[in-house]
């Protein structure tokens, strides 16, 4: 594909980051002038990793007993309904830790 700025270069898939946010995208980048454009699929995956950015909360850990506890914040303790006692399932990637709470 050829640039559709300067009409010379031709665009090259470019790795690129939102120094910010350290969010990594792929853009096309015009190896003449430098221009960068991104196509529709790769947009809807930067704008995918900000929803999920957005959705995240930092946690801390702390020791309890041999094992360590992670404090959850209120509002997802509420959005998901979650009481003492109540039990919830914890699942490992390699990315991290998911925990699904129990109805
Ligand atoms: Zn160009």
Redesign the pocket.
């Known amino acids: 594909m050829k ?1 559709p ?5 031709e665009m090259k898939k470019n790795k690129d980051i939102m120094e910010q946010d350290e969010v990594e995208f792929e853009v096309l980048k ?1 190896v ?4 960068e454009l991104m196509t529709m699929k790769q947009l809807k995956v930067l704008a995918k990793k900000y929803r999920e950015l957005r959705k995240s909360k930092e946690v801390t850990f702390a020791r309890w007993g041999n094992s360590l506890a992670v404090r959850i914040p209120n509002e997802i303790v509420t959005e998901f309904n979650i009481i003492e006692g109540k039990h919830g399932i914890l699942t490992k990637d390699k990315k991290g830790i998911n925990i699904i709470p129990i109805a």
């Open positions: 640039c700025v300067c009409n010379k270069g015009c003449d002038c430098g221009e």
